[in-house]
Every structure is written in C-alpha cells, then in structure tokens.
C-alpha cells in the first residue's frame, strides 16, 4: 500500500478478510465512503440532507443559538 492508501472492508466486517471483501482506497475516498453512508437512511437507503442529517447523526454537531 501507498502511504495514502488504506484497505476498506467492505461488509464492516474487520474480521473478514476474504479478497472479496477487501477495497483498496485513498483514505479521501474511505472518508468520502463513510461520509456518505453516514449520511444514508438505514431503512430506506436515501441519502439524508441538511437538518436530517444532523438529527440522526451519531455525532451531532452543538446548535448555535
């Protein structure tokens, strides 16, 4: 691996590492990854925006006042 490149399993499973379940990826394009699924309706697969996302966030960001 590069030294910006990391392997990403891709069931979640870390103890997983069968060659079809392993991705080779930038840490940018891990994060972007992450990012998104984060941002992702666990029931439905859409993709959260704005307000949604930061109710549902396991790390919500504080509320200005």
Known sequence: L?????VH???GDVTDNSLENLRVMTQAEHAALHL?????DQR???ILE?????????????TVT
């Open 9 to 11: 399993h891709a069931n």
């Open 2 to 6: 590069r030294d910006d490149e990391i």
């Open 36 to 40: 998104t699924d984060d941002r992702r």
């Open 50 to 62: 704005g307000a949604e996302v930061r109710r549902r966030s396991k790390f919500p960001l504080p």
């Open 44 to 46: 439905t697969g859409r």
